[in-house]
T-cell receptor, first 111, second 114 residues
Framework: TQLLEQSPQFLSIQEGENLTVYCNSS?????LQWYRQEPGEGPVLLVT???GGEVKKLKRLTFQFGDARKDSSLHITAAQTGDTGLYLC???????????WGAGTKLIIKP | DTGVSQDPRHKITKRGQNVTFRCDPI?????LYWYRQTLGQGPEFLTY????????KSRLLSDRFSAERPKGSFSTLEIQRTEQGDSAMYLC????????????FGQGTRLTVV
């Protein structure tokens, strides 16, 4: 069974600080996606990483896919209150249609 | 097309009642998913359609749940004889059905069973 574990489950930091959240598995994934979800809304896709070792940047967010394609990280530089939300990772499952979801990291950025 | 839309946004129902939710996916997407999400958790897969065909249903899904996508466009999710444990956010997502599986979600329907 493919599983994705996200850590930490919860993170609360001050505005301006840096942070990293992780998405780990013992399984290999052909790609991983990161989503952000705000309360009462559906998840919104941030990025997809496909190649082992790939690094993608989205403004202050840096996403990395592990060399072995088993893990990924999200680094936020100089966090802002607008970064607050639930960050979810999802990977392509063994089937050709289903995503495997992590439980998410709930991030709170305090002003 | 402005994205995936779900209706209603919120539903409060008494235990034992039936409820039906609607999802309108992005028009050119042929894959449609229903998920359930509880507080602090990631989305839990319920069922999947490719066009009008329901190709997979979670083994964890009670027989009280049924979904349709009659013309390969919008979909409905019905829960019969609701229980308090059914209280959750019900999310619909669509994907293009090509090699990419990036999901585009609706805003969800928040169900509260009292």
């Amino acid at each position: 069974t493919q599983l994705l574990e996200q850590s930490p489950q919860f993170l609360s930091i001050q505005e301006g600080e840096n942070l990293t959240v992780y998405c780990n598995s013992s399984s290999v994934f052909s790609s991983l996606q990161w989503y952000r979800q705000e309360p009462g809304e559906g998840p919104v896709l941030l990025v997809t990483v496909v190649t082992g070792g790939e690094v993608k940047k989205l403004k202050r967010l840096t996403f990395q896919f592990g060399d072995a394609r088993k893990d990924s990280s999200l680094h936020i530089t100089a966090a802002q209150t607008g970064d607050t939300g639930l960050y979810l990772c999802a990977g392509d499952g063994d089937s050709n249609y289903q995503l495997i979801w992590g439980a998410g990291t709930k991030l709170i950025i305090k002003p | 097309d402005t994205g995936v839309s779900q209706d209603p946004r919120h539903k409060i129902t008494k235990r034992g009642q039936n409820v039906t939710f609607r999802c309108d996916p992005i028009s050119e997407h042929n894959r449609l998913y229903w998920y359930r999400q509880t507080l602090g958790q990631g989305p839990e897969f319920l069922t999947y359609f490719q066009n009008e065909a329901q190709l997979e249903k979670s083994r964890l899904l009670s027989d009280r749940f049924s979904a349709e996508r009659p013309k390969g466009s919008f979909s409905t999710l019905e829960i019969q004889r609701t229980e308090q444990g059914d209280s959750a956010m019900y999310l619909c997502a669509s994907t293009p059905g090509t090699a990419g599986t990036e999901a585009f979600f609706g805003q969800g329907t928040r169900l509260t069973v009292v």
